[in-house]
């Protein structure tokens, strides 16, 4: 019975367009309002959780309906890239006001013709030092790189993902600080073994003759991967979430160290946030790491999937200099 609730509960929270639907376009750059939200709802002066200090927070909404669904965000001082599950790219800029202004739209190519989901899965989002940008799309189990005016420039299906599962396929990408480049299955794993598979590539995983290194993540008990950013010293931040009929969506933040990391080893992170009550929860599923002066900067976006009965979250934190 509980199995059954939990299965109503997702199949009421699916965006329309989950089927055959075409997807919703952006007819112009929507007008983006953002009011403001506290982590903790019924404690406004509260800050931390766990080891994230709150620097504030929007919720964002336009009126037109191809906004929302973002599975992946960039962040460059104050200019922002927010990447929808359906091939939308919104681009904007904000400040210390949290004001959306400049908004931009495009709809990335993709290895579908149509404008169904299916053919603009787009999950995973990864900027490399030169400002070319990877994008995973998770039906296909292919990755793509376009350059910095958004062109597709090459793209790859690589044989280690040809089997991840259709909707649990490259939910997570980290560029690296070493050239590397890490890519999570959302749920994709093999019977008898522990954790989903991941891969990590020498460099970009589009590039001929590019071999990834496979491994194992271990996410925690009835969760999954919705994202990861690569932290300066070489390890990995990893948002996961878990949905249930009592609190929805939540998610919890883990770090994990990939530095000597072996080929088939398996990865358990350590949880050092948890969006559950009492604290704001949601389809957590974008993260982005900045420096503001000598401050390490987390910034995190919820998926509404178009949904009603979702929001929009953009939070801010503040990451301590040791974890």
Not at 45 to 74: C, E, K, Q, W
Request: hydrophobic residues 40%.
């Amino acid at each position: 019975m509980r199995i059954l609730l939990v299965c109503l509960a997702v199949l009421l929270l699916l965006p329309s367009w989950s089927g055959s639907e075409r997807l919703p376009l952006y007819r112009a750059a929507p007008q983006v309002d953002a009011a403001p939200v506290d982590l903790y709802p019924a404690d406004p002066r509260r800050m931390r959780n766990g080891a994230l200090t709150y620097l504030g927070g929007v919720s964002l909404t336009a009126s037109d309906p191809a906004f929302g669904g973002f599975s992946a965000i960039h962040v460059a001082g104050d200019r922002f890239m927010l990447l929808s599950d359906g091939g939308g790219l919104l681009r904007f800029r904000m400040g210390r006001d949290w004001r959306v202004r400049d908004t931009r739209v495009t709809e990335l190519a993709g290895p579908g013709t149509g404008w169904e989901k299916r053919d603009r899965d787009t999950e995973s989002l990864a900027v490399l030092p030169g400002g070319d940008m990877l994008v995973g799309y998770e039906r296909d189990n292919q990755i793509w790189r376009f350059d910095r005016d958004l062109r597709p420039v090459r793209h790859a299906a690589p044989r280690a993902m040809r089997r991840w599962s259709e909707n649990g396929g490259p939910e997570a990408m980290a560029a690296m600080p070493d050239g590397s480049v890490v890519v999570l299955s959302e749920a994709h794993g093999r019977k008898g073994r522990q954790g989903y598979s991941a891969l990590r590539f020498s460099g970009d995983p589009t590039a001929p003759g590019i071999r990834p290194m496979p491994f194992r993540y271990q996410a925690p008990a009835d969760y999954r991967v919705t994202d990861a950013v690569a932290l300066p010293d070489g390890r990995l931040l990893v948002l996961t979430r878990s949905i249930s009929l009592r609190d929805y969506f939540t998610a919890r933040l883990q770090i994990a160290d990939m530095r000597g990391l072996r080929p088939g080893q398996l990865v358990t992170g350590r949880t050092i946030a948890r969006f559950e009550p009492p604290a704001l929860h949601d389809n957590f599923e974008g993260l982005a790491l900045v420096r503001e002066g000598d401050r390490l900067i987390l910034w995190v976006v919820s998926d509404d999937n178009q949904s009603i009965t979702q929001r929009t979250l953009l939070l801010k934190f503040a990451l301590p200099l040791r974890l």
